[in-house]
Structures are given as structure tokens and as C-alpha cells.
């Protein structure tokens, strides 16, 4: 059974940092892709970041520059380092983890005012 457990939301100041993490329990997931999605009040889910197996990553434009995902297979762990923290930043941010079928968590909620 896969879980996938975020933390490290919360709320921030505009230009102010945080890093989310998500542990996935259940076996190894080294040769999957895991990724962050997010979701604004009133909007689609986005993708954000995504991960290889190899350490090959992709950035939404939006964000480029701005966040960072990393990941450590040894404790199935993928992180989100969230630098310059602006408003538009605010949404519920969702761990992915991509097998044969899709793997989500439960969201962790970041909210970026002063």
C-alpha cells in the first residue's frame, strides 16, 4: 500500500522560504518519478516540479529559478526548497508519485501573506 506524507506547509511572509517533504512508505520507490502539483483557491491542479530517477528535473516557468526539488531514495523522501515566497505562491501543494497508476498525498496547505 503506498502512502505518501507531506509536511513543511505553513504559513509566510512574502520573500520568506520554506521546504515541504513528502516520505513515501510502502517499498523503494528510487525508479519512480515523484513530483509537487499544486492547487490556488478556484484553479486546476498544476504541476510544479517533477523528479527522475536520475536526478533530471522539471520546473514549471512560473517557478524556475525560485524552487527546488530534490529527492533522497535511501528515505523516500522528495523535497520542495521554496525561496522567495511570493502570494501567488498560496495553494494546497500535493506530493506525486508516478507508478502504473498515480499516487497523491494529502496536500499540505502554503499561504504566503504579510
Known amino acids: 500500500q503506498v502512502q505518501l506524507v507531506e509536511s513543511g506547509g505553513g504559513l509566510v511572509q512574502p520573500g520568506g522560504s520554506l521546504r515541504l517533504s513528502c516520505v513515501a512508505s510502502g517499498s523503494s520507490y528510487r525508479i519512480y518519478i515523484m513530483g509537487w502539483y499544486r492547487q490556488a483557491p478556484g484553479k486546476q491542479r498544476e504541476l510544479v516540479a517533477t523528479i527522475t530517477p536520475g536526478d533530471i528535473k522539471n520546473y514549471v516557468d512560473s517557478v524556475k529559478g525560485q524552487f527546488t526539488i530534490t529527492r533522497d531514495n535511501g528515505k523516500n523522501t522528495v523535497y520542495l526548497q521554496m525561496n522567495s515566497l511570493k502570494p501567488e505562491n498560496t495553494a494546497v501543494y500535493y506530493c506525486?508519485?508516478?507508478?502504473?497508476?498515480?499516487?497523491w498525498g494529502q496536500g499540505t496547505q502554503v499561504t504566503v501573506s504579510s
Open positions: 506525486n508519485l508516478r507508478m502504473t497508476n498515480d499516487y
